[in-house]
C-alpha cells in the first residue's frame, strides 16, 4: 500500500502512512545563516519513544542525571512559565541554571561557569522535543530536535539534530560539542534504560510535581490524540510506547532501517502542512 506522503528534512526522511493531523516540527535555525547544523549518530534504546519525550521535557533532574555535564545545584528550582498548547504541540519556557563547560572565556575567568539560560521545550504528538537553549553571558543560541522513531515494542531510534550560532564553522568546536552531547544522551539513557518498565502511562496512577506540568500536558496530547484516532475511544489507555507507534522517521545513510514499522491506532498523529507527510505518532 503506498504511503499518504514522504519528505525530506532537516536531513531525514520523513514518512507518513495515512494523511497526517499536524505540521512536521519547525526546526528554524536548521540552514540558517550564522548556525552550524549537525547531529549526533542515530542511537537505539530499548526505552519507548514516549517515555524518551517525556524525559526530554523535563527540567528537574538535571542536577542529578547530569552531574557530569551541564547539571549544577543551581538548577534545582524549576520555574517555568505557563504551558501552552497549540494543536498537538505543548510548550513553555524555563529560567534555569548550567553549567557551561564549553564557553571557552570559563577556563580565562572572564565568565562564570555556572551561567543562567532560558530554555524553551516544545514537545509534539510525533515523539519529537525541540529545545532552544539562549546564554545571556555569552549571547549564544543553541538549539535542538529530538526525533525518536519506535521501532518495535522494545525498541527506538533516537536522532539527535543540533544547531548552534557560536561556533563559527569551527570543525573541533563542532567536533567536541558532538561529542559532548552524546555525552549527554547517555547520561539520561543510563537513568532510564534502568526503570523495569519503559512506558510512560496516561492513566492517573502516578505522583506529578509542579516541576512536571510540561509532561503531563503533554501526555494530555498524546491521551487526545488516540482519542480523537482510535476505531473505539472507550479503550483509549496506558500502553502508549509500541502499541500506537507510527512514528517513521529515516535517515538516508542508513539503509535497511525500516520505513513503517508499527501502527496500530489509525492514522496516528502523522503530520502534514503545506502538503509536508511526516511521521507521528
Known sequence: MPAWGVQEAYGLVWLAPDEPLAPLPDFVEWGLD???GFWNEPRRSPTSAAQLVDNFLDASHFPFVHTGTFGTDEASLVVNE?????????????DTWYKNFDDPLVATGEHPEVQPQRLL????AGYSVYLRLAFPVTGATFSILFCCQPETATSTRIYKLMA????????ARIASTIDDELRILEEDLAILERYAAMQV?????ECHTRGDKLSVAWRRVLGDLLRATAAE???????LPAASAADSVV????AGTPVVDATSAAGLAHVSAD???EARR
Open 34 to 36: 550564522g548556525f552550524d
Open 82 to 94: 505557563p504551558v501552552e498548547r497549540d494543536g498537538w504541540q505543548v510548550q513553555t519556557t524555563f
Open 121 to 124: 521545550k516544545q514537545g509534539t
Open 164 to 171: 548552534r550560532d557560536d561556533l563559527g564553522g569551527d570543525a
Open 201 to 205: 502511562h496516561l492513566d492517573t496512577t
Open 233 to 239: 475511544p472507550a479503550e483509549v489507555v496506558v500502553d
Open 251 to 254: 535517515d538516508e545513510p542508513h
Open 275 to 277: 502538503a509536508v507527510a
